[in-house]
């Protein structure tokens, strides 16, 4: 049985506009586009295309060979709260890179929390999940692996 919700496939066998997807998320993060209309112009997919997919689909790199990657979460502004997710984090191998937190709005933090994940003891959607099941832990998300 397979646990994972994510899967490494290789590409020839997906649609063309799954690779489109990312080159134009390429494009607006190079600062080489500026807009999504002009991006997805550029690479020859349909905005509804880019917006539909641009959260789901991710490249490995190379040079780091699927070790990074970039979660967020909102947290209830409580004391020790952001303690008990680094330790979630770090009891798991993963090895906090940058932590950037906004200032708590309605009593809420929005966080977002990059890892070295080249130690993790578990799949990525388990260490979410046990994240998410933390109390005062919400909106659990992976914005992007490498």
Do not use: W
């Amino acid at each position: 049985m397979m646990n994972s919700k994510y899967l490494l496939v290789d590409k020839k066998i997906l649609p063309e506009y799954y690779e489109k997807v990312i080159e134009a998320r390429t494009l607006l993060a190079s600062g080489k586009i500026k807009d999504v209309s002009e991006a997805v112009r550029a690479v020859g997919i349909s905005r509804s295309t880019y917006y539909k997919y641009k959260d789901y689909i991710f490249t490995t790199n190379a040079d780091t060979g699927g070790r990074k990657a970039i979660i967020s979460f909102t947290l209830s502004h409580k004391p020790g709260i952001l303690s008990e997710v680094l330790k979630c984090l770090s009891s798991h191998g993963a090895n906090i890179l940058t932590i950037t937190q906004n200032l708590p709005i309605n009593s809420k933090a929005h966080v977002v929390v990059t890892l070295d994940i080249s130690g993790l003891s578990v799949e990525i959607d388990e260490l979410l999940r046990e994240i998410n099941s933390i109390e005062k832990v919400s909106g659990t998300k992976l914005i992007s692996i490498e």
